[in-house]
């Protein structure tokens, strides 16, 4: 999987424009209304997809598998947000929590137990309250790819990654956006709805 994107990024250098996923723009808007301060985004290529967190004044920090795309993000696109260089098998990568993790175009090539350790490990890097937003390739795009990637179907979704939010959204393919939000503990709400009830 590595040489794969290794290569390609070498091949064909900043791939999807400099402009952000239609996904990024959507979760920059959901994140602003939510006070949202720091983004993970696991897969972030050479950063297109940071620009519109960065521009809201969120901190970011991106996980990338490969050592083309980084050097395109530092040199190309002349951004200088963390990094850190390694495969989303090996997360986490630090101890820090985020307000979200954003991944687009991602999920969709890890097989099974891998996407089921990706989200497991975001929603405990997330901050309560916290939101976990990534796409994965519609089934309505099944076709032949040079890289393996499961295909998902609206019914799919919640199976495979819990209780989550979603909806159709199109760009280069027809993806599926899944939201799901680390809730408070039920110690913390419990407290919450005891602390309510002392207030009426
Ligand atoms: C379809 S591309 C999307 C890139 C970026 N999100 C964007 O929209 O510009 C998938 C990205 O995930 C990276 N990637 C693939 N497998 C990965 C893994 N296991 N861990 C971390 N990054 C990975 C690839 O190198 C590539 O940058």
Redesign the pocket.
Known sequence: ??E???D??VEKQL??GEA??K??LWARDLLVKENARSVL?????????ARPFLDAGMSVTG????AT?IAFARERMKLTFPIHH?????MPFDDARYDAVF????VH??DEA?RAKFVRDSLNQLLPGGHLIFSVVDAVAKSPRPVPMTFFDGPDLEREFGPCEHFKLDDHHPFYMVIRRRWFAATTRASLRALAGTCG
């Open positions: 999987m590595s794969f994107w290794e390609a990024f791939m999807w952000p996923a996904s990024a985004i696991p897969g972030v290529g050479y950063g297109r997809n996980i990338e598998i490969s795309a390694g495969s989303v098998g090996d991944s687009h175009g991602l090539l890890l891998a």
